[in-house]
C-alpha cells in the first residue's frame, strides 16, 4: 500500500525557511491519477490546505492564495518524494505539517512533521 | 473563499447515534469527504464522495449530502469511536471544516 514518510527539522528561526520532505512508497510521484498535497494543522487555523503537485504528462502546482507568494513544492523523480519549502516564516507558521495523496479523497496522509517556528 | 461549518462538539451515549453536520454553500454539488483523527495521529478518511466507505470502516459509518448541508453518521457508537472528525471538499483548493469533537458518553 502507499505511505508517505516524512522528515525535516522541528525548530525554524523567524525570517528562515521551512523544509520538509516526503519519501513515497507504493505509488510513483509521477502517478496520473494522484495529486500530492501538503497541508498543515494548528490549534489556532486547524487543518489548512497549502498547495499540491501533480503531473499529467507535464507537472502542474496550486498554491493556497494565503502562502502563494512564499511556499515551493517541488517533486524528486528520481527519489520518488515530494518537498515543501516555506519562506520568510513567522511563529504564525508553527504547526504539523502533512503531506499527502489525493485521487478525489485524500486517501494517505504521512506521519506529520511538528515545526515550531522559533528564536 | 469557500467555508465548511461544523459543530465544535458532539456528544453520543454510547450505543447510540451520532450525527456530524457540515454546512456549506450548495454543498450538495460537490464531494464530500470525511476525516477521523485521533489524537497524536494524522487524519484518517473514513467517507469519500458523501457516502463511500474506504476499506476497512464499518458500515456503522454512513453519510449523506443534500442542499447546504452534509451529514456524517456513527450508529452504535463505541468507545472508539471518540475523535476530531472533519469535512473537506474541493473549491479552488482543498477546503475543510473546522472539525467536530466527538464524545461518547
Known amino acids: 500500500q502507499v505511505q508517505l514518510h516524512q522528515s525535516g527539522p522541528g525548530l525554524v528561526k523567524p525570517s528562515q525557511t521551512l523544509s520538509v520532505t516526503c519519501a513515497i512508497s507504493g505509488d510513483s510521484v509521477t502517478s496520473n491519477s494522484a495529486a500530492w498535497n501538503w497541508i498543515r494543522q494548528s490549534p489556532s487555523r486547524g487543518l489548512e490546505w ?7 504528462s507535464k507537472w502542474y502546482t496550486e498554491f493556497a492564495p494565503s502562502v502563494k507568494s512564499r511556499i515551493i513544492i517541488n517533486a524528486d523523480t528520481s527519489e520518488n518524494q515530494l518537498s515543501l519549502r516555506l519562506n520568510s516564516v513567522t511563529p504564525e507558521d508553527t504547526a504539523v505539517y502533512y503531506c499527502a495523496k489525493q485521487n478525489d479523497e485524500i486517501d494517505v496522509w504521512g506521519q506529520g512533521t511538528m515545526v515550531i517556528v522559533s528564536s | 473563499s469557500y467555508e465548511l461549518t461544523q459543530p465544535r462538539s458532539v456528544s453520543v451515549a454510547l450505543g447510540q447515534t451520532a450525527t456530524i453536520t457540515c454546512g456549506g454553500n450548495n454543498i450538495e454539488t460537490k ?3 470525511w476525516y477521523q483523527q485521533k489524537p497524536g495521529q494524522a487524519p484518517a478518511l473514513v467517507l469519500y ?4 466507505r474506504p476499506s476497512g470502516i464499518p458500515e456503522r459509518f454512513s453519510g449523506s449530502n443534500s442542499g447546504s448541508t452534509a451529514t456524517l453518521t456513527i450508529s452504535r457508537a463505541q468507545a472508539g469511536d471518540e475523535a476530531d472528525y472533519y469535512c473537506q471538499v474541493w473549491h479552488s483548493g482543498n477546503v475543510f471544516g473546522g472539525g467536530t469533537q466527538l464524545t461518547v458518553l
Open chain 1, 50 to 56: 497549502l498547495g499540491r503537485a501533480y503531473y499529467r
Open chain 2, 31 to 33: 464531494n464530500v469527504h
Open chain 2, 49 to 52: 464522495r458523501d457516502s463511500n
